[in-house]
């Protein structure tokens, strides 16, 4: 049963420190986004990979956010240094491209204190 | 900014009834699509319905599509107490800018 596993599903940690979510998009799928959801901003698209190449990163606060593919069968999400509005769930999803379905994993909760 | 709109906010009704939902966007799209996610969860694809396309079926899902209002709509027939959830449109635009951007959801409760 293919699915996309993201990981860790909830982590606390304090005001400052770095921050690493990972996804495992769905073997073949060559599209990768990063959503970041809260009750206020709802569903923010954060950053959009396609082939392992940022397409679109708009959506992400440069100065303490990046995002990477280091290879196929990994996503990551960096935050350094981390604050407490960056408390939230992370959802990673992959595809075949933005005219198809895309599959969202169980997200990450990350809570900054 | 949000691509897809999502109305009403919040949707509640007893199990049996129909529920709809709307969505308007604000540029050309290639194709519309909506999930639904439980509390908590992450979300599930639904149906997409493409640009060309004005109405597509899925159980007991209903899609709709007016281009010419840049809108979409879901029905829900014979709602369960299942289906509570929150329901998303997330639109791909036809011009390359932002892609796969979801609105604000319609949260639905169905009453046993």
């Known amino acids: 049963d293919a699915r996309v596993t993201q990981t860790p599903r909830d982590k606390v940690t304090e005001m400052g420190q770095e921050v690493t979510m990972r996804c495992q998009p769905i073997?073949?799928?060559?599209?990768v986004f990063w959503y970041r959801q809260t009750m206020m901003q709802g569903l923010e698209l954060l950053a959009y990979?396609?082939?392992?190449?940022?397409?679109?990163d708009s959506g992400m606060p440069k100065d303490r956010f990046s995002a990477e593919m280091p290879d196929a069968t990994l996503a990551t999400l960096k935050i350094q240094p981390s604050e407490p509005r960056d408390s939230a769930v992370y959802f990673c999803?992959?595809?075949?491209?933005?005219?198809?379905?895309?599959?969202f994993g169980q997200g990450t909760r990350l809570t900054v204190v | 900014s949000q691509q897809g709109e999502e109305d009403p906010q919040a949707l509640s009704i007893q199990e049996g009834e129909n529920a709809t939902m709307n969505c308007s966007y604000k540029t050309s799209i290639n194709n519309l699509q909506w999930y639904r996610q439980n509390s908590g969860r992450g979300l599930v694809h639904l149906i997409l319905?493409?640009?060309?396309?004005r109405e597509k079926h899925s159980g007991r899902l209903r899609v709709t599509l007016d281009t010419s209002k840049k809108s979409s709509s879901l029905l829900i027939t014979a709602s369960r107490a299942a289906d509570t959830a929150s329901y998303f449109c997330?639109?791909?635009?036809?011009?390359?800018?932002?892609?796969?951007?979801f609105g604000p959801g319609t949260r639905l409760s169905v009453l046993p």
């Open positions: 997330a639109t791909d635009e036809a011009n390359y800018g932002q892609n796969f951007v």
């Open positions: 319905i493409r640009s060309n396309e």
């Open positions: 990979f396609r082939n392992r190449a940022p397409l679109d």
């Open positions: 999803a992959s595809g075949l491209g933005t005219a198809t379905e895309a599959f």
């Open positions: 073997l073949g799928h060559n599209t």
